[in-house]
C-alpha cells in the first residue's frame, strides 16, 4: 500500500509534466530553427553527438521496456504502480532523464551554436530539479525507495 500524495504536491507533480513538454518542445524548436554561428568545429563534435544521440535512444528503449505500464510524464507515481528496481533500473534511478540529457548533449554537438547550449543547458537543469521532486514523492509512496536510492546513480552515471 502507499501513501497518497498531499493535494499541492498533486498539483506541482502536474504542473512539473506540463513544464518538461514546454521544455523539450522548446529546445527541440531552438534546434531545428537557430542557424547561430558554430561554436566547435563539426567534423568531430558531429559524430560524438550522434554517438551520444544514438545511445541515448538506446538506453531510453531499455527504461521504457522496463518501467513500462507506471511510465507517465509527471513525476507523481501512478496510481496503483510500483517502484520499478529492475532492468536499467537496477544501475540508474532517473535513466529516461539520462537519455534526454544525452540527447540534449548530442544534439548540441551536432548542432553546436549557442542557443542550442543555452537550450541544453535549460534542459539539464529543469530534469535535474524535477528528479529532486520526485525524489520526494517516491519516499513517500514507496518506503524502499530509500534504500534503493543508496545503491543507484541518480540523472548522471557515477554520481550518486
Known amino acids: ?8 504536491l498533486e498539483r506541482k507533480s502536474r504542473n512539473y509534466g506540463i513544464a ?26 558531429g559524430t560524438i553527438g550522434l ?6 535512444f538506446v538506453l531510453m528503449g531499455a527504461a521504457f521496456a522496463a518501467i513500462r505500464g507506471v511510465i507517465q510524464i509527471a513525476p507523481e507515481p501512478r496510481a496503483g504502480g510500483h517502484l520499478v ?5 537496477s544501475r540508474l534511478r532517473h535513466p ?6 544525452m540527447l540534449a548533449i548530442g544534439l548540441f554537438l551536432r548542432k553546436p551554436t549557442a542557443a542550442v547550449a543555452i537550450g ?16 520526494t514523492l517516491l ?8 534504500e ?8 548522471v552515471p557515477f554520481i550518486g
Open 85 to 89: 528496481t529492475g532492468g536499467i533500473y
Open 148 to 155: 534503493y536510492k543508496t545503491r543507484t546513480w541518480g540523472v
Open 20 to 45: 518538461q513538454t514546454l521544455v523539450l518542445c522548446a529546445f527541440a524548436g531552438v534546434f531545428m530553427l537557430d542557424t547561430g554561428p558554430r561554436l566547435l568545429a563539426p567534423e568531430v563534435a
Open 51 to 56: 554517438v551520444l544521440c544514438a545511445a541515448g
Open 120 to 135: 541544453a543547458f535549460v534542459v539539464t537543469g529543469f530534469l535535474i530539479l524535477k528528479a529532486r521532486f520526485e525524489e
Open 139 to 146: 519516499l513517500i509512496h514507496y518506503p524502499e525507495y530509500a
Open 96 to 101: 529516461i532523464y539520462t537519455a534526454i540529457l
Open 1 to 8: 500500500m502507499t501513501a497518497s500524495t498531499p493535494r499541492p
